[in-house]
Each structure stands twice: as structure tokens, then as C-alpha cells.
């Protein structure tokens, strides 16, 4: 295949075919370029809760750069029922079969710590109150499907009903039905490099050898947009480097055939998005997810986070899932950047990104769809995207000292989440240690900048991420705190 086109968008994810689409029903020739079997794609692995305030988090309201994140998933929360009339006005396909689950019950259980469950917990009440939304407590022993272990049970509970959730492969598939209705061609193939002269890019070299240009190209290929990037040094010099934080899901038969009809999770814990379970397919449900930093993304499954997820599933949310069918086992690299923030807008000129999008991209889809949309068709943007520029200084939201002390108790809360057992003074202890570790090594990588806790937690044993992180670090920026 080669070609002409207004627009190249590489990836066949979520974001990319949101945006596709969003382009090509505003009468633009669109090519999207992507494997048909999605390697390492995120959004094939995601629950796809539609969750702003499910995802919230203390540290997410600490910063002002936190703060605008949120705000950008409560503005997707409001786009959702628009996007999902226009999939059906598309496809035929109606909201009904897209959503899976009404509403959300948040569980805060006995498992994990209060410096991180509790006061996440604590944070979607605050983020409820602070966009005057609708929820109610309910009363822990009358949740609806739960039967956890007695060690486990919750401590309190709330019903968020605007939080939904789709089916992400029916999802997908929607998309794509509705890309070709209005005219977008695919390329089931993958691009190997971008085409430039200077620092102006002009098209994608594929995997097959042909070359497609175009007056614009977005990269929105997930966590594998850095190997692309890669192709033109001097343009990924500026753009953060994206790594991978590849997760696990399962879908499982459930427990004597009944779902529950809304999403059930406990808020974000240790370096990771909290267990959750979402109905899926008639006597399936969805179990998700753990989160690991790699520098490069993963494809096979992990014995340690299928054995961690099954756990968590059984103790947790249902003791019958000890006895259930395990129907597929999934995993899926979520997009980060090196900063912990998403990339998006204008690179360098013909390049704009679409990714970094982490925990909810999938969520944020419409949102950003239209709004860069509407910016490659040469439109005032209606957000604040600045923060996310692809060219900028380092985000860095809170001091050293405090994103030493959340990877500290991230770190030990991971032991908690594996029930460990150990004498009733070595936590205080391992935590001493572990913050004199955390504050060597960092300033170890630079003097002023500090990763994201997760990302400060998985360098000390990837040499790897340290060389990116002391690359991207190394530039000269001043960092945005
Ligand atoms: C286990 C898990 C659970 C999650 N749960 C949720 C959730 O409940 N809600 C939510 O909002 N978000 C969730 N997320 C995060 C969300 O999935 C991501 O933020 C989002 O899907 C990213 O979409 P994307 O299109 O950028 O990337 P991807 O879905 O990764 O898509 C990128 C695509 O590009 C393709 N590609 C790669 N390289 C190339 C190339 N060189 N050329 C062409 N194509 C290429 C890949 O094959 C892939 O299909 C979850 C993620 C995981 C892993």
C-alpha cells in the first residue's frame, strides 16, 4: 500500500481510532496503521470502566498539573453518552450493548494501608463533593455479589451511579465499523519509521516496505510509540520517553453464573489501579489489574501477577472464584511517560502524539479524539492541553521528599497486599530503610528531578530506566514543579 492521505494515524488502539474517527466524520482522508491482532495493545486488556472519581486519588488532588487531570476525566464522564449515541447513529449498535456495567461500588476493604487506601478513599469523597456529584454510602454488610474472605471484608463502601463501563473488545470493534463507515482505510500493518526531511515529518515507512503520506501524522501507537519515535533521534530528544506499565486482566467464568450489574473496585493502591471486576459477557466477568514499570513493552503473561490477580479475585470479591473457569488471561502495556503524564498535541511540524495516557486513556478517548481533531483541522483547542505538550520540561508534581515518602508507602503496602506476615516492628523498620534508599538513589539520578514514585521504585532494579531517566533528565529543562 502506499499513499496520499490528509491524516496517517499510527496505532489501532483506542486513542487512535477515537481519533481516526473523529476525523474522518469531519470529511478528511484518513489511513490508520496498525496490526489487526493489536500486539501489546492496552485497550484490548482494559476493564474500560469509564471512571473520573473511582480514579481519583490523594496525590492527584495535591497537585494543581493532578487537579487538571482529573478535570479532564470528568469532562470525558459528560462526553460518553453523546459518543456512545453517535457510535450507534454509525454502526446500528446501541449504548446498550456497549455498557456492560451501571454505576460503580467502591469497596474500601481491610487489605492494603491507610496512607494509601483509606486516604484514596477518602479522596474520590472529596473529588464527589468538590464537582457537587451524586453518590451514596451504602451499608458493607449489603453489598450486592461480594462474598469476600473474612480477612478481607470491607470496612465501607459507596455507589458512584454515573461511573459505567464498557466492553473494550466490543468497543474496539465499534470503532472500527464506524472508522469504515465514513470512509477511513485501515493498513493492517505496522510502521517501522517515520518519514522527514529535517525536522519536518511527511509520512511512515511499514513493516511491508511501503511509505504513505500524509500532511499530518499522529502517533497515538501506545506504549510502542517510543520504538517509532526512535527512528528520528533528534525528534524523540524531545519528546519524554515512554515506557510501559504492563498489566494483567482475566476474564473468569463467575460465580454461579451471576454478574453483579455494576463495577466493583477498590480505589488505586500500591503502584498500581486497584482490583476491580467488571461484568462482562453473559456469566464472564472482567478481573483487573496489576501494574508493572518496563522499559520496553511485555507480551506474556507473568506467573507473579496472574498468581497475585487470582488471589486478590478469590479473597477479595468472591470465594467461589477459587472454583471458576479461567476463560482468557490477558495482558496489556498502559502508555507512561517518563513524567507520569500523558503526551499530546504538536511535536515537531506534520507530528502530532496521542498517548502517555497511563490508567484511563480509554475513558479520555472521546475527549481527546475531538480535541485534537479539531486542532489538526487547524480549530481553537477548547482544553488546556499545555501540560501535555510532547515538547516540554519534565512534570514533577510534589518535592523529593514527598514522592520518596509515596514510594515508600507504596512499597509496603505491596507487602500488605501480599498478605505478608512479619514481626509487628519491621514495617516501621523496612520503611526507615527503604525511605534512606529511595532519597540516596534519586539523588543518585539527578539533583533536582525525582520520577514518579513508581518509576523511582522500579529504576533501582532497571539500569535501563535509570539511562533514560538520567538522558531525559540531562537536556537542560528546568523542571515544571
Ligand atoms: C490491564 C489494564 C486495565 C486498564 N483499565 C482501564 C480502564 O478501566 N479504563 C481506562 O480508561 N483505561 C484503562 N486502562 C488504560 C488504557 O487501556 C490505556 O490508557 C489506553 O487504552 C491507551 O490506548 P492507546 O490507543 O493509546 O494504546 P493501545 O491500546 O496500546 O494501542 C496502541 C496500538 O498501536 C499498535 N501499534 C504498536 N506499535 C505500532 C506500530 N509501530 N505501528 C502501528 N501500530 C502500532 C498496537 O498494536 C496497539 O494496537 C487499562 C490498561 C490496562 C493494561
Not at 505496522?190 to 503520506?213: E, I, K, P, Q, W
Not at 520540561?393 to 507487602?415: F, K, L, W
Not at 527503604?434 to 539533583?447: G, Q, T, V, Y
Request: with cysteine; charged share 20%; proline share 6%.
Amino acid at each position: 500500500m502506499n499513499g496520499n492521505y490528509d491524516v496517517v494515524v499510527v496505532g489501532n488502539g483506542v486513542l487512535g481510532l477515537s481519533l481516526g474517527l473523529s476525523l474522518a466524520r469531519r470529511g478528511l482522508s484518513v489511513v490508520l496503521v496498525g496490526e489487526k491482532a493489536r500486539p501489546y495493545s492496552a485497550s484490548a486488556a482494559a476493564g474500560a470502566m469509564l471512571g473520573a472519581f473511582g480514579e481519583t486519588t490523594a496525590t492527584l488532588l495535591a497537585s494543581s498539573q493532578g487537579r487538571q487531570k482529573l478535570n479532564l476525566g470528568v469532562q470525558a464522564q459528560q462526553l460518553w453518552p453523546q459518543w456512545l449515541d453517535t457510535l450507534e447513529a454509525d454502526t446500528g449498535r446501541t449504548s446498550a450493548e456497549l455498557l456492560t456495567a451501571q454505576g460503580t461500588v467502591v469497596l474500601l476493604n481491610a487489605i492494603g494501608v491507610p496512607g494509601i487506601d483509606s486516604a484514596n478513599y477518602r479522596a474520590i469523597h472529596q473529588a464527589l463533593t468538590m464537582y457537587e456529584q451524586k453518590y451514596e454510602d451504602l451499608d458493607v454488610d449489603n453489598v450486592d455479589w461480594i462474598s469476600p474472605d473474612a480477612l478481607a471484608r470491607p470496612l465501607r463502601a459507596m455507589f458512584l451511579p454515573d461511573e459505567h463501563a464498557v466492553n473494550a473488545a466490543e468497543l474496539l470493534a465499534t470503532l472500527e465499523s464506524a472508522f469504515l463507515a465514513h470512509g477511513g482505510v485501515f493498513a493492517d500493518d505496522s510502521v517501522t519509521a517515520l518519514d522527514h526531511v529535517g525536522d519536518r515529518v511527511r509520512g511512515v515507512v511499514l513493516a511491508s516496505g511501503a511509505t504513505l503520506s500524509a500532511g499530518e501524522v499522529v502517533l497515538a501507537a501506545g506504549a510502542a510509540s517510543q520504538a517509532v519515535l526512535n527512528s528520528v533521534p533528534e525528534i524523540a530528544a524531545q519528546v519524554p520517553p515512554l515506557i510501559s506499565g504492563y498489566g494483567l486482566s482475566l476474564l473468569l467464568s463467575s460465580p454461579e453464573r451471576r454478574q453483579p450489574e455494576h463495577v466493583i473496585r477498590t480505589p488505586n493502591r500500591a503502584f498500581a489501579c486497584g482490583l476491580h471486576l467488571v461484568p462482562r459477557n453473559a456469566g464472564e466477568v472482567y478481573v483487573g489489574a496489576t501494574n508493572i514499570i518496563s522499559t520496553s513493552p511485555v507480551s506474556t503473561p507473568v506467573t507473579r501477577d496472574l498468581q497475585f490477580l487470582l488471589d486478590c479475585a478469590a479473597k477479595q470479591l468472591h470465594r467461589d472464584f477459587w472454583t471458576s473457569g479461567v476463560k482468557r488471561i490477558q495482558v496489556g502495556n498502559r502508555p507512561v511517560a517518563l513524567d507520569g503524564f500523558p503526551i499530546i498535541g504538536p511535536a515537531v511540524p506534520g507530528l502530532w502524539m496521542l498517548t502517555g495516557t497511563y490508567r484511563d486513556g480509554l475513558h479520555l478517548s472521546p475527549l481527546l479524539a475531538a480535541e485534537l481533531s479539531a486542532r489538526i483541522l487547524g480549530e481553537e483547542g477548547r482544553l488546556d492541553l499545555s501540560l501535555f505538550s510532547p515538547v516540554r520540561a519534565p512534570v514533577q508534581t510534589a518535592s523529593r521528599r514527598d514522592i520518596v515518602e509515596t514510594a515508600v508507602t507504596h512499597m509496603v503496602a505491596t507487602g500488605y497486599e501480599h498478605d505478608w506476615r512479619v514481626p509487628v516492628e519491621w514495617p516501621r523498620t523496612i520503611e526507615h530503610s527503604l525511605r534512606l534508599e529511595f532519597s540516596r538513589f534519586a539523588e543518585m539520578i539527578h539533583p533536582d528531578f525525582t520520577p514518579p514514585p513508581e518509576i523511582l521504585a522500579a529504576a533501582r532494579y532497571a539500569p535501563d530506566l535509570v539511562a533514560m531517566l538520567k538522558k531525559f533528565y540531562g537536556t537542560g529543562r528546568a523542571a515544571s514543579v
